[in-house]
């Protein structure tokens, strides 16, 4: 399967105002979305704690979170987004995919909105 990349805004729930919007790699093997720390921070955004995360290579590496709204393809969510190294490519994980009832036609290559998110 290809890449599928779908134009994002974030803006921190505790930062002012700014909003950082980018192209993102839809990465359904992350569970958190990732963005380069200078724009999150560019924006106001601070880190509000720090997690392991398990990469794809298999290696474990601490990167700082924030908590911020996620707006993408007329949904709104919100959630953590890592502070990721300024030089990494900004990633929508499942959990905001999820959130908002979005999945992957791995068939087109392209997102989806399920008619309803599932409750069961």
Do not use: C, W
Request: cysteine-free.
């Amino acid at each position: 399967m290809g890449f599928v990349r779908v134009t994002v805004a974030i803006k921190g729930l505790r930062a002012g105002n700014g909003t950082y919007a980018a192209e993102f790699l839809v990465d359904t093997g992350a569970t958190d979305s990732l963005a380069p720390a200078s724009a999150l921070r560019r924006i106001g955004m601070e880190p509000v704690g720090t997690t392991s995360y398990e990469l794809a290579n298999g290696t474990v590496e601490r990167y700082p979170f924030g908590l911020a709204q996620i707006d993408f393809m007329g949904e709104t969510t919100a959630g953590r987004v890592i502070f990721g190294p300024d030089d990494a490519e900004p990633l929508l994980g499942v959990t905001a995919l999820e959130s908002v009832g979005i999945t992957i036609d791995p068939a087109n290559r392209t997102l989806k909105k399920l008619p309803a998110i599932p409750l069961k």
